[in-house]
């Protein structure tokens, strides 16, 4: 790290390419605009669950549009369940608490921003890999012929300390 960059402002930014393509190809494959950053956009669930019934119809039995949070959970576990039908492994999968907002996970240790920063980047950068994997997958599906992710705006997390996830 020779620029004087922190592993934060790295993380960040090797992510950010990888957060501009998904938000395209969800906004594509959904026909919806994100209202709010990518992250808040997709807490609810809702979008994910819009996305993934748009690339295998019928795999979400119902969307949960309550504003509560026990409804975001329930849309964003069925998110990961329709995944792991599709074929993702556990190890591909973003956690269900990735997408809350930072300050309900907020740890008494972590007070510090350095801290808090380094963690909602590792959690947008968990979720943009499961969108690899999804996109992925898309690109093999017969009978989806919708946009397709630019699979290469994800090399940087890829490459990034998570070698182990391009094993299948």
């Known amino acids: 790290m020779a620029s004087g960059r922190n592993f934060t402002e790295d993380s960040a930014s090797d992510t950010s390419l990888a957060v501009q393509e998904a938000q395209a190809w969800i906004e594509a494959v959904t026909e919806q605009k994100f209202k709010a950053s990518f992250r808040d956009s997709l807490e609810d ?5 819009e996305l993934i019934q748009t690339i295998r ?3 979400i039995r119902k969307i949960n549009r309550r ?5 975001h959970l329930d849309n964003i576990r069925q998110f990961l369940g329709a995944c792991k039908e599709l074929g993702l492994k556990d190890a591909q999968l973003f956690e269900v608490t990735d997408l809350q907002p930072p300050n309900t996970l ?3 240790e972590s007070s ?5 920063r ?4 590792r959690r947008i950068r968990s979720v943009c890999v499961t969108l ?6 898309a690109s ?8 397709q992710l630019d699979l290469k705006a994800f090399k940087e997390i890829l490459a990034g300390g998570r070698r182990r996830v391009w094993r299948n």
């Open 57 to 59: 119809p019928g795999c």
């Open 118 to 121: 380094s963690d909602a980047v």
């Open 140 to 147: 093999t599906l017969k009978d989806y012929t919708g946009p």
């Open 106 to 108: 907020a740890r008494k």
């Open 45 to 49: 669930g809702i979008i994910l669950c």
């Open 67 to 71: 504003s509560n949070p026990i409804a």
């Open 132 to 137: 690899f994997w999804l996109g992925n997958v």
């Open 112 to 116: 510090n921003n350095v801290l808090r």
